[in-house]
Every structure is written in C-alpha cells, then in structure tokens.
C-alpha cells in the first residue's frame, strides 16, 4: 500500500525557517518523482518544486527560488522540503506527491500518489 506522510510544519514567524519531510512507505523513492504543493485559504493548489527520480534534478516555482531546497534521502525514503526566509504570502497547507518514471512535471493531475498535508503558518 503507497502511503505518503508529511510532516514538520508550524507556525514561524516571517524570515523563520521549517524543514517538511515526506515520509514514503510502498514505493522505492529511486523510481518516483516527488513533487511538493501547496494550498493557501481561497486559492488553487500551486507547484511549489519538484526532484525527479534518481537524478535528483530539482526545479522550484519563482516566487521561493532562492528560499526553499528540495532534496530526497534514498536510504530515508524520504523527502523534504527546506523552507527559509519565510513570508506570510507561503502560509498553506503543504502536501507532497508521487510519481513513477523518469520526468517531474509540477502539474497536480500527473501525480496519483498524495499526502495528507501539513500546516505551515508564517505570522507575526
């Protein structure tokens, strides 16, 4: 059974930094993009950044290049999401995705495998 489980998200204030992990079960990372998105209250779900399988090539969306890293641990199976410098505007629960194969779009239909989510609240 492919089970997902995001975890690491709180509550910082601005400039504050939250490490996400994404906890694999079912599946061998080394096969499978993982992608990570995000939904704020109101808004669609966005790709924020995703890192295709053993490659490892990673892409992020503008608006967090230079803030958030995106990495995987093979012998984890796990993934995360380092988040610094944060801005009230990345407040949204995070939610990370899987696919099998070799490219890493950051569309949500390309994705069948998905976590729970978790909160990240950037407040003064």
């Known amino acids: 059974q492919v089970q997902l489980v995001e975890s690491g998200g709180g509550s910082v204030q601005p400039g504050g930094s939250l490490r996400l992990s994404c906890a694999v079960s079912?599946?061998?990372?080394?096969?499978?993009?993982i992608a990570w998105f995000r939904q704020a209250p109101g808004r669609e779900r966005e790709g924020v950044s995703c890192i295709s399988n053993s490659a490892g090539t990673t892409y992020v969306i503008d608006s967090v290049k230079g803030r958030f890293t995106i990495s995987r641990d093979s012998a984890k199976n796990t993934a995360f999401l380092q988040m610094n410098n944060l801005k009230p505007d990345d407040t949204a629960v995070y939610y990370c995705a899987g696919k099998y194969g070799t490219t890493w779009p950051l569309k949500e239909a390309e994705y069948p495998y998905w976590g729970q989510g978790t909160q990240v609240t950037v407040t003064s």
């Open positions: 079912g599946f061998t990372l080394d096969f499978y993009a």
